[in-house]
């Protein structure tokens, strides 16, 4: 059977809110808290796991908020992993990043980067398509927007500013060839 945890709509005023949390400790690694979908051992799909964000009907939809919190006093903040699974037989899922569509206006923005570090370097980015051992590598695409009514998207690729030094180099570069090829 089904299992509803939620608290009842407000006719006037805001709904209540829902928290499901896990307690404190003071010895070892603090508790987890785990959300699975169910399994099918028939010939079908697994179940869909789902967060979203609250509907507004006339203004902004909620946030959603994917993220670990910061260290302590010392240590790192912790990992976050976004990725589909392996598969035995076939291909692994797709993975898909990417703001809505806007009937009436621009639509969002996306960013992907790395901190700023008050002592040490910046994080590094790494955007890198997955070897394999037949066919053609897979293909990396970069391509700014276009447009039906003005200019298109322009694309930059800038290296990063030495304040005190030099500034970074840029590469473009294809890559030596195997035993056989150009």
């Known amino acids: 059977g089904a299992l509803y945890i939620g608290s009842g709509s407000a006719a006037s005023g805001r709904s209540g809110a829902v928290y499901v949390s896990v307690g404190s400790g003071n010895l070892g690694t603090?508790?987890?808290?785990?959300?699975?979908?169910?399994?099918?051992?028939?010939?079908a799909t697994g179940g869909r796991?789902?967060?979203?964000?609250?509907?507004s009907t006339t203004s902004t939809s909620g946030a959603l908020v994917l993220q670990t919190v910061n260290a302590g006093t010392s240590g790192s903040?912790?990992?976050?992993v976004l990725s589909t699974g392996s598969s035995s037989s076939g291909n692994s899922g797709a993975l898909y990043v990417g703001s809505g569509t806007s009937k009436s206006g621009n639509t969002g923005a996306i960013y992907l980067g790395s901190g700023a570090a008050t002592s040490g370097r910046g994080g590094s980015v790494y955007v890198a398509v997955g070897s394999g051992d037949t066919g053609v590598g897979g293909e990396m695409v970069l391509s700014s927007g276009a447009s039906s009514g003005a200019t298109g998207g322009r694309m930059s690729v800038a290296t990063g500013y030495g304040?005190?030094?030099?500034?970074?180099?840029?590469?473009?570069?294809?890559?030596n060839a195997g035993t056989s090829g150009s």
């Open 49 to 55: 796991l789902s967060m979203n964000a609250g509907y």
């Open 30 to 43: 603090g508790g987890e808290m785990v959300m699975s979908a169910g399994l099918s051992s028939a010939a």
């Open 163 to 175: 304040s005190a030094s030099t500034s970074g180099a840029l590469v473009l570069q294809t890559v």
């Open 77 to 80: 903040s912790g990992l976050l």
